[in-house]
């Protein structure tokens, strides 16, 4: 747990990576009419703009080395992104006799 926990540390750094992937998620959830993804894409964007926000010191006073948010926050965005990818993967299958 603890590398992905480390993993996911990269997100504070460059928190326009977590708008990427959100970007991403919403697109091909949109494209492909899947909601759980659109809905994963949104947790993401609003992710990003939420470290965003901590990064440019709006967020918090100034004591944010301290993150005990990312606790729930980043296990949410797992499953989220889980749904969404699983979702995609499965859903673009479709059925296997045609449609008449």
């Known amino acids: 747990m603890d590398r ?6 990269l997100f504070i750094e460059y928190p326009v990576l977590a708008a990427g992937i959100g970007v991403v998620l919403w697109w ?15 947790l993401w964007l609003l992710y990003g703009a939420y470290e965003t ?7 918090c ?4 080395n301290i993150r005990v948010d990312l606790l729930v926050v980043y296990p949410l ?8 990818v699983l979702v995609l993967l499965l859903g673009a299958k479709g059925p296997s006799t045609p449609r008449g």
């Open 4 to 9: 992905v926990l480390g993993a996911m540390a």
């Open 28 to 42: 091909l959830g949109r494209r492909h009419r899947r909601r759980a993804p659109v809905a994963a894409g949104v």
């Open 53 to 59: 926000g901590m990064r440019q010191r709006w967020l």
């Open 61 to 64: 006073s100034g004591e944010c």
């Open 77 to 84: 965005l797992l499953i989220a992104l889980s749904a969404g």
